[in-house]
């Protein structure tokens, strides 16, 4: 399922974790054309964390205990994609 800050289907993923199941966030980039690479917050995370956007995005959703499917095309994306850093409290404040 997309799920993101910008679609973060909050009831989905409450009703998913009451019942057990994990999600996977197929789309935890946006979808094509939607602007969260270009949020300041999300800019912000990867400047203090020295990573790239994706490994922010990718990073906001586990921390939010959803697995992540990120699309790639290019070995330097899937070795960005697969990166996952913690994130503390202010860092998961940011992208949303």
């Known amino acids: ?17 009451f019942k ?15 602007p969260l690479l270009e949020e300041k917050g999300v800019q912000a995370v990867a400047h203090k964390h020295n990573v790239t956007l994706g490994t922010v995005l990718s990073s906001f959703a586990v921390a939010r205990e959803n697995s992540v499917i990120p699309k790639f ?7 960005d994609n697969i990166k996952i850093i913690s994130l503390d409290k202010s860092d998961l404040e940011a992208p949303s």
């Open 20 to 34: 057990g199941i994990l999600l996977t966030a197929c789309s935890p980039l946006g979808s094509t054309g939607c």
């Open 1 to 17: 399922m997309e799920n993101h800050s910008y679609v973060p289907q909050e009831d989905l993923v409450e009703f998913c974790k």
């Open 73 to 79: 095309v290019t070995p330097s994306r899937i070795e």
